[in-house]
């Protein structure tokens, strides 16, 4: 045989090596997103869309903390103190300011609620909470849209929202004729929850 027959065969050429895998590289840039999403979605489904029952308040059954609020000058109605609470008439405690987008959404709700004959005859009555506005903004928004409240708290530091437990604007509370706080809806009100939530626990309360 000649020599060329013995030779080997040649060698198949050298595939390029694949970079080793960078998954936990991009797990670990992933992580803080993931973890953003899953407490957002935690936070959607507590907030459950406005049903303030998922986010109940520890104030629920308990008398109405003390407070002293000044009156909103230039709209005619008193300021109002926890002692306005407990003159054996339900209120619902309104927290508004002029700068709050929903405040404005859920406002024609409010002023259909200081309409309503049935409630007046009860003498449900509606006090607003004026958080951390200013004045003249305040003025201007119920001057615009009109004013359903029959007292107004002025609350420039935000420190009776704060004794109140409030998470944002706006709140509403009930509060029974004693001064103890029956319920809190959490987020603007709607024709849909004032049926459905609101107006069942003011006959509640009413009782």
Not at 163 to 171: F, I, L, R, S
């Amino acid at each position: 045989m000649r020599p060329s027959e013995y030779a080997p065969p040649p060698m198949p050429p050298r595939e390029p090596s694949e970079p080793a895998p960078k998954k936990p590289r991009r797990l670990l840039i992933l992580a803080p997103l993931l973890a953003f999403l899953a407490l957002a979605a935690l936070f959607y489904v507590r907030l459950g869309a406005g049903d303030s029952s998922r986010l109940p308040s520890p104030l629920i059954g308990k008398v109405a903390p003390n407070f002293d609020l000044p009156p909103l000058d230039g709209v005619g109605v008193p300021g109002f103190s926890d002692k306005e609470l407990r003159q054996g008439k339900v209120t619902l405690v309104n927290i508004f300011a002029s700068w709050c987008a929903p405040c404005h959404d859920e406002h024609p709700v409010l002023m259909k609620l200081a309409r309503d004959a049935s409630l007046q005859a009860q003498g449900v009555r509606i006090a607003g909470v004026n958080y951390k506005d200013e004045p003249q903004n305040a003025r201007k928004f119920l001057a615009d849209d009109g004013n359903p409240y029959g007292l107004i708290g002025v609350d420039k530091p935000g420190r009776a929202a704060i004794d109140w437990g409030v998470y944002g604007v706006p709140e509403t509370f009930v509060v029974r004729g004693d001064g103890t706080i029956a319920y809190k809806f959490i987020g603007p009100l709607s024709e849909e929850s004032l049926r459905d939530t609101l107006m069942p626990q003011i006959e509640k309360a009413l009782k």
